[in-house]
């Protein structure tokens, strides 16, 4: 009887022992797996009212539109590389054609269109002389959007559009004056004189361009406006100069081979010479604001 007594025991103890083991089990189950729905609302609360009371962020407060332009690249590396193209270009002329720009200096500042040696050796070169008149066509062009940018003539309108315009109009222009002024000398059988004046027009254009290339650095980037300024106005009183001194030298030269007054003279300057140079100026604006 002690016998069985004590095996009924010890499976009654291991029976007990089991059973521990699944409560133990079954406690650890339960309370790391499924949270306590007691405590879950007030942790969602407390971590509501922090992020309300947030001073630099507003998490719950009411939504917002807010509508953003679209953002516009301001970089200017395109206008270095077009700057750095013309300085090469002219480097290239220079060094190619030295004697031909060294008489072209010397022509034009000791105003010795007398010497017609010096003249006619200029004439008998006409492939430096096309290319610094490409020369004037791109930095003219450059010069004159520049200006309509910086008085904001038109707006909204690319500046590469703006650049191609201004170039293609001034070959326009000085393509029909060519044209008219060759036309007029075989008319009136005075093709010397014309030839003269022309010639005196195309050298003040290479000049410009020559000249105006320290004023399209300071314009294409600077960042100050007192010193656009004092660019733009020194720029523009050279321009006059330049073309005050076209008007006496051509008049000098035409006056040699025509009995020419000085009004006459005034006058075709006016009507063939400033009022191209507007109508052309107006028609670009129209089209400019209309395309913007």
Not at 102 to 120: I, V
Not at 157 to 176: G, H, K, M, N, R
Not at 177 to 184: E, T
């Amino acid at each position: 009887m002690a016998i069985k007594d004590s095996s009924a025991n010890v499976d009654s103890v291991k029976k007990d022992t089991s059973t521990i083991i699944e409560d133990s089990l079954t406690t650890h189950q339960s309370d790391s797996i499924i949270p306590n729905a007691s405590e879950f609302p007030g942790n969602f609360y407390l971590s509501k009212k922090i992020l309300a009371e947030n001073p630099y962020f507003h998490f719950l407060g009411k939504r917002q539109v807010q509508l953003m332009p679209e953002h516009e690249s301001s970089s200017k590396d395109y206008l270095f590389y077009l700057i750095l193209l013309i300085l090469l270009y002219f480097g290239v002329v220079k060094v190619l054609f030295e004697k031909y720009v060294n008489g072209l200096f010397q022509l034009f500042f000791r105003a010795s269109l007398r010497k017609q040696q010096l003249r006619e050796q200029l004439n008998q070169s006409p492939l430096p002389s096309l290319l610094l008149n490409i020369l004037f066509i791109v930095s003219a062009g450059l010069y004159a959007s520049f200006l309509i940018m910086h008085y904001h003539v038109v707006e909204q309108i690319e500046f590469p559009l703006l650049l191609a315009i201004s170039s293609a109009s001034l070959v326009a222009l000085y393509t029909l004056k060519f044209a008219f002024l060759k036309l007029a000398g075989w008319i009136f059988t005075r093709s010397y004189a014309t030839d003269a004046y022309i010639f005196v027009v195309f050298l003040v254009n290479k000049m410009t361009g020559i000249l105006l290339l320290p004023f399209l650095i300071i314009m294409s980037f600077s960042t100050n406006d007192s010193l656009n300024e004092v660019a733009i106005t020194i720029s523009l009183i050279m321009i006059v100069i330049l073309f005050v001194y076209r008007f006496v030298t051509g008049y000098k030269n035409i006056r040699n081979e025509i009995k020419l007054s000085i009004f006459h003279f005034f006058i075709y300057l006016c009507a063939f010479e400033i009022t191209p140079v507007w109508l052309i100026f107006k028609v670009l604006l129209a089209y400019l604001e209309k395309a913007s």
